[in-house]
């Protein structure tokens, strides 16, 4: 499985985004799907968790609210939706996938499989 990212850009505070991890392969609903952030200088972190057949998802407190994660297996492909959008969400975001089951799922070292990585940046 190959992860490709893409969807973001240059907006302005409050506005919304939707990132999309479209997976190579037909194996798309074996794998746990991440989203990460990275901003200059800091270490990567996990955003938004969901399950291979969708039923947990997990979001970081600080984007509790603004930001969903959705997946669609007939399309292969997972969605970050991010809304009221801040200067501090600034990053590369990035999609990651893990096989499926186990209960750590919010650390990069978890996941087997990495997208390149789609710029979000927030002017304020």
């Known amino acids: 499985v190959q992860l490709q990212a893409s969807g973001g850009g240059l907006v302005q505070a409050g506005d919304s985004l939707r990132l999309s991890c479209a997976a190579s392969g037909n194996t798309f609903s074996r794998y746990d799907m991440g989203w990460f952030h990275q901003a200059p200088g800091k270490e990567r972190e996990i955003v938004a968790f969901?399950?291979?057949?969708?039923?947990?998802?997990y979001y970081a407190d600080s984007v509790k609210g603004r930001f969903t994660v959705s997946r669609d297996s007939s399309k292969n492909t997972a969605y970050l939706h991010v809304s009221s959008l801040k200067p501090e969400d600034t990053a590369v975001y990035y999609c990651?996938?893990?096989?499926?089951?186990?209960?750590?799922?919010?650390?990069?070292?978890?996941?087997?499989?990495w997208g390149q990585g789609t710029q979000v940046t927030v002017s304020s």
């Open positions: 969901i399950s291979r057949y969708g039923g947990r998802t």
């Open positions: 990651a996938a893990k096989l499926g089951g186990g209960s750590d799922y919010t650390r990069s070292g978890d996941y087997d499989l």
